[in-house]
């Protein structure tokens, strides 16, 4: 497992920002006790070394009329990594899949697709996610209610680090 080099004040700095990504950096820098110059130095650090990629708005899903969540499994019928690169590529070209996974397992994928009625999933599988290549069986799965989503990421594992250069 890689070294990760963040202390307290960046985690708090994460964690805040997970919780409202549009808080302002005065506001930041006076829940993680900080002044603003140091914090938004910290903040562009977190971004540009990669712990912070992008920031966006969660939309409601019911309230933007995709109230059908599926969980579709993909089986391969190939296991070259040629076919496996062709197959994702396709897939991160569809606009409903929302996730996606690749695993080890009895199945090759998971996606996690949003689309607004059972019918419009229907058209889908069957003119879109039937003729994705190397594609030997799809088994979907609807989820029937959302009990944990849009979570934060746990921080609790990073560790602070011995040494390292002081950006407070």
Request: hydrophobic share 35%; charged share 25%.
């Amino acid at each position: 497992m890689p070294y990760i080099e963040i202390d307290s004040i960046d985690r708090k700095i994460l964690k805040e920002l997970q919780r409202d990504g549009r808080l302002s950096n005065s506001d930041l820098s006076k829940i993680v006790g900080l002044s603003p110059s140091p914090c938004l130095r910290r903040v562009k650090r977190l971004e540009k070394e990669g712990f912070i990629k992008s920031f966006s708005a969660v939309l409601d899903r019911q309230k933007i009329g995709l109230s059908l969540t599926v969980f579709a499994e993909f089986t391969l019928g190939s296991a070259s990594r040629e076919a496996a690169m062709d197959f994702e590529n396709q897939l991160r070209a569809i606009p409903q899949v929302v996730t996606c996974h690749m695993l080890s397992g009895s199945s090759d994928c998971l996606a996690e697709i949003v689309v607004p009625s059972i019918e419009i999933y229907e058209t889908l599988l069957s003119q879109t996610l039937r003729e994705l290549p190397h594609v030997r069986d799809i088994r979907s799965n609807i989820a029937l209610k959302r009990v944990k989503s849009e979570t934060p990421m746990p921080l609790d594992h990073i560790k602070r680090p011995l040494s390292g250069p002081d950006c407070s």
